[in-house]
Nanobody
Framework: QVQLVESGGGSVQTGGSLRLSCAASEYSYSSYCMGWFRQAPGKEREGVAVIDSDGSPIYADSVKGRFTISKDNAKNTLYLQMNSLKSEDTAMYYC????????????????WGQGTQVTVSS
């Protein structure tokens, strides 16, 4: 079974930064669309950013200019650099593998990570 292992979540003040990582042993990141989704309490899971096999990113409007998705194919690791964090970014963040189609609106994901909590407070 594929395991996606996330790390990097935590608590930060408004305006701060965090970097999330997602490592997978079974996926070749160069071949699949990978992404980050998030879910706040009482809300539906939403796409934050995806990156296709060629490395082209797509972002949700709410995070454009603040978040950067990237990947290291050699390490099979996906990253999400989050800057200028806001309270509304507070959520559980999930790594997603094989997102089809490769958009932030997609709901077809082959594998999910266990989630890592991001809490932004003023």
């Amino acid at each position: 079974q594929v395991q996606l292992v996330e790390s990097g979540g935590g608590s930060v003040q408004t305006g701060g930064s965090l970097r999330l990582s997602c490592a997978a042993s079974e996926y070749s990141y160069s071949s699949y669309c990978m992404g980050w989704f998030r879910q706040a309490p009482g809300k539906e899971r939403e796409g934050v950013a995806v990156i296709d096999s060629d490395g082209s990113p797509i972002y949700a409007d709410s995070v454009k200019g603040r978040f950067t998705i990237s990947k290291d194919n050699a390490k099979n690791t996906l990253y999400l650099q989050m800057n200028s964090l806001k309270s509304e970014d507070t959520a559980m963040y999930y790594c997603a593998a094989d997102v089809v189609p490769c958009t932030v609106a997609s709901r077809m994901v082959s594998d999910w990570g266990q989630g890592t909590q991001v809490t932004v407070s003023s």
